[in-house]
C-alpha cells in the first residue's frame, strides 16, 4: 500500500514529467512558428511590414480568445464545436442591446458576455446532468446559436454606427502612443487571466484532474458534473468577449458569421500541445497554435495563394497536429 509521502513523491513525479513533456511540445510550436515567418518574410517582402503584423495579430485576438476557452474543455478530453456560431450570437446580442433597445454600451458588453456564459451553462447541463457525449450536445448547440442569431438579427447585419464608441473597444489605443489595438491587448490580457486560472486556481485542478481520470476524480469526492459545468460556463465567457471583439473590429454583428472558427480553436489549442484525450496543456501553447493558424493564413493570402487552397493548406495541418497527438499519447502509453 502507498504511504503518502509515496503518493506526493509520485504526484512530483508526474508534474515533472508533464512539465518536460508540455516544454517540449511548446518550443517544437514556438520553433515551427518562427519558420513560418522566415519563410513568408523571405517569400514576399510585404509580410513583415508593421501594417501586416498588426493585421495578424487582430486576426489572433479572436481566435486566440476562442482558443483560451477551447483549451480548458479540451484538457477535460471534452470538445466545444458551439464556439463560432455562439460567438456570432453574443455578438448579435450586444446589437440588440446598444441599438435596438439603446441601452449603454457597458450593458450592452456585459449581457453579450453573459449571453456567451448562458451558452456554454446550457451545454455543460446537457453533456454534465443529460449525459449527452460533448461532441453531439456542442453540435445541437451550434445549430441552434446559429439558428436565433439569423432569427433575432432578421438575418441582417447590426450596425453600432449610432454607438461610436463601441468600436474602440477592439480598434481603440487605450495606451497613448502604442499603435497597437485594444483588441490585441485584450487577448494578451485574457490569456494571462486563463493561465492563473488554469495554473493557480481550483477551478484548473479540476479541470486537468477531470482530463486525467474522471472516474479517479469521481471516486475522491468531487462533483464531477458540477465542475464540468462550471468549465464549459468559463469557455462560454471567453467566447462571449471574443464575439465582443469580433463585433467591435467590425463595427458591426454579421449574423451569418461565425462557423468554421471552432475549427480554427479546436486547431490552435491542438497544435499548441494540449491533448485531445484531455489532461495536459498549456495556456501559453494555445497562444503560439493560435498564432501559427494566423500567420499561415495570412502568409499564404500574401503570397497570393487562391481561397480553395489556403482551406486545403489549413486542413491538412490541422490533420498533422491531430496526427502529432495520437503519437504523442501513444509514446505517454
Not at 211 to 219: P, V
Not at 276 to 295: D, F, H, N, P, R
Not at 304 to 333: C, H, M
Amino acid at each position: 500500500m502507498e504511504t503518502p509521502s509515496t503518493q506526493i513523491i509520485i504526484e512530483d513525479k508526474e508534474k515533472k514529467i508533464r512539465f518536460k513533456s508540455n516544454a517540449l511540445q511548446q518550443f517544437l510550436a514556438f520553433a515551427s512558428l518562427i519558420v513560418m515567418v522566415i519563410f513568408f518574410s523571405l517569400a514576399s517582402p510585404n509580410f513583415f511590414q508593421f501594417d501586416n503584423i498588426i493585421g495578424i495579430l487582430l486576426s489572433t485576438s479572436v481566435i486566440g480568445i476562442l482558443a483560451l476557452g477551447a483549451t480548458f474543455i479540451i484538457i477535460t478530453s471534452g470538445i466545444d464545436l458551439s464556439v463560432g456560431t455562439v460567438m456570432t450570437l453574443t455578438s448579435v446580442m450586444t446589437g440588440i442591446f446598444i441599438t435596438s433597445m439603446g441601452l449603454p454600451v457597458i450593458v450592452g458588453v456585459i449581457g453579450g458576455i453573459l449571453t456567451g456564459a448562458v451558452a456554454g451553462l446550457i451545454s455543460g447541463l446537457a453533456i454534465a446532468k443529460m449525459n449527452i457525449p460533448p461532441f453531439i450536445a456542442t453540435l445541437a448547440m451550434m445549430m441552434i446559436a446559429k439558428g436565433l442569431a439569423l432569427v433575432i438579427s432578421g438575418a441582417a447585419p447590426i450596425y453600432f454606427t449610432a454607438s461610436p464608441e463601441f468600436t474602440k473597444i477592439a480598434m481603440g489605443n487605450i495606451i497613448p502612443g502604442l499603435k497597437i489595438p485594444n483588441a490585441v491587448l485584450i487577448f494578451f490580457v485574457m490569456a494571462i487571466i486563463a493561465g492563473i486560472i488554469l495554473n493557480k486556481t481550483i477551478i484548473g485542478r479540476y479541470t486537468f484532474a477531470l482530463g486525467s481520470n474522471e472516474e479517479a476524480t469521481r471516486l475522491s469526492g468531487v462533483n464531477v458534473n458540477k465542475w464540468k459545468i462550471i468549465i464549459y460556463v468559463l469557455a462560454g465567457v471567453f467566447t462571449g468577449i471574443a464575439g465582443l471583439v469580433m463585433a467591435a473590429r467590425l463595427n458591426s454583428a454579421q449574423p451569418a458569421l461565425g462557423q468554421g472558427y471552432e475549427l480554427e480553436a479546436i486547431a490552435a489549442v491542438v497544435i499548441g500541445g494540449t491533448s485531445l484525450a484531455g489532461g495536459k496543456g498549456t495556456i501559453l501553447g494555445t497562444v503560439i497554435g493560435a498564432m501559427i493558424m494566423s500567420v499561415l493564413t495570412n502568409g499564404l493570402r500574401i503570397m497570393s495563394v487562391p481561397q480553395e487552397w489556403q482551406t486545403v493548406v489549413v486542413g491538412i495541418v490541422i490533420l498533422f497536429a491531430v496526427y502529432t497527438d495520437v503519437l504523442r499519447n501513444k509514446k505517454a502509453k
